[in-house]
């Protein structure tokens, strides 16, 4: 089965900061891969899909990349309200492994 | 409004026997794939397994295949998870979820999650 790794599984920035998170699959995945965005004792969110495609409603500041085994996430300017946990998660075929996540603080 | 709504939390002892419940509505219930997400307490998501309800065809995650099961009921629109010997370490929150988008299998919407404890 194909794995998701995430990297890095914490970080803390300030506001304001342009913030990276990387997910890489054990093997290719074309575009089938979503981020999520889970705030403490909240329910997943969907952000972005299809590697790049943001999910209606979901702020600019959020975007996505990636191909094949590589993906990046970013939020171009970090907010308060961004302090989450993201996911990536991969869709292509079962089983639709999410990687192990990464928990953005406000430094 | 596309809602999954699933059943309340739950306390059980360890060997006893579980099932939980997700009900979907606001959509063709038997055209998407259901699936099941378990997040142990702060853990990370963890994608157990999905089920077609139009004919209950079942995929599992090796890690959770043969540990519970996954069913549905399309006649009420409803998916279930269950246990027939619980342990202490299946105590977490188990979310529901679907997409129903025509050939997108990312999860949107989720259920509320129902929180499983087993504890002697």
């Known amino acids: 089965d194909i794995q998701m790794t995430q990297s890095p599984s914490s970080l803390s920035a300030s506001v304001g900061d342009r913030v990276t998170i990387t997910c890489r699959a054990s093997?290719?995945?074309?575009?089938?891969l979503a981020w999520y965005q889970q705030k403490p004792g909240k329910v997943p969110k969907i952000l972005i899909y299809?590697?790049?495609t943001l999910q209606s409603g979901v702020p600019s500041r959020f975007s996505g990349s990636g191909s094949g085994t590589d993906f990046t996430l970013t939020i171009s300017s970090l907010q308060p309200e961004d302090v989450a946990t993201y996911y990536c998660?991969?869709?292509?075929?079962?089983?639709?492994?999410f990687g192990q996540g990464t928990k953005v603080e406000i430094k | 409004e596309v809602q999954l709504v699933q059943s309340g939390a739950e306390v059980r002892k360890p060997g006893e026997s579980l099932k939980i419940s997700c009900k979907g509505s606001?959509?063709?219930?038997?055209?998407?794939?259901i699936g099941w997400v378990r997040q142990m307490p702060g853990k990370g998501l963890e994608w157990m397994g999905i089920?077609?309800?139009?004919?209950?065809?079942?995929r599992y995650s090796p890690s959770f295949q043969g540990q519970v099961t996954i069913s549905a009921d399309k006649s009420i629109s409803t998916a279930y998870l269950q246990w027939s010997r619980l342990k202490a370490s299946d105590t977490a929150m188990y979310y529901c979820?679907?997409?129903?988008?025509?050939?997108?299998?990312?999860?949107?919407?989720w259920g509320q999650g129902t929180l499983v404890t087993v504890s002697s």
């Open positions: 299809a590697a790049s």
């Open positions: 093997q290719g995945i074309s575009n089938y």
């Open positions: 979820a679907t997409n129903v988008l025509p050939d997108q299998n990312w999860f949107d919407p």
């Open positions: 998660q991969k869709y292509n075929s079962a089983p639709r492994t």
């Open positions: 606001g959509y063709s219930f038997t055209s998407y794939w």
């Open positions: 089920i077609d309800p139009a004919d209950s065809d079942t």
